[in-house]
């Protein structure tokens, strides 16, 4: 049986070969493994922080009490908890996916799952001071009272469907 991080490095591993092969086609592939090179280095950082922050939240954070927060018993606190987690987590994919993974995978449901990805998705509390700046209070306003109750919405569904 093939582990899913062992699927993803094939499917990903096929598509650099194809890209590589199309780039060498037009004489880019130097500098796309440049690029490559580049993006590596300004990425691994934060990386690297990233997966320290996991280490110590794995450490740290009991799994009762996770799954008691956000787990199968917790009931519909996880369609609210997961969301305000998902929302106050800062950073890209790079800095989330691997905190989510280590920490919260095997913890959640699949509507808290959903909930927590779409509300750091859709909510950024980081981007708050930027938004009431450049597009104003009454803006603000709006968007949240629209985006807050959508991921659990959303979590929800997929408790529906899929839970």
């Not at 740290?60 to 008691?68: G, I, M, R």
């Not at 917790?74 to 997961?82: D, E, P, R």
Request: glycine share 10%; with cysteine; aromatic share 12%.
């Amino acid at each position: 049986m093939v582990s899913e991080l062992t699927e993803a490095i094939i499917v990903l591993a096929i598509m650099a070969l194809i890209l590589l092969f199309m780039a060498i086609k037009q004489g880019k592939h130097i500098e796309g493994l440049k690029e490559g090179k580049k993006l590596f280095l300004n990425v691994l950082p934060l990386l690297l922080i990233a997966f320290i922050i996991v280490g110590f939240i794995e450490i740290l954070l009991p799994e009762a009490t996770l799954q008691a927060w956000l787990g199968e018993e917790s009931g519909w606190k996880g369609l609210i908890i997961g969301p305000i987690i998902g929302a106050l987590v800062q950073g890209g994919p790079y800095a989330f996916f691997p905190l989510f993974d280590a920490v919260f995978r095997d913890s959640v449901t699949i509507g808290t799952a959903v909930a927590m990805i779409t509300a750091w998705g859709m909510i950024n509390i980081g981007h708050l001071p930027y938004e009431f700046a450049f597009l104003g209070p009454r803006f603000v306003l709006l968007k949240y009272c629209i985006y807050i109750a959508l991921p659990s919405l959303a979590g929800l569904l997929a408790n529906i469907l899929f839970g």
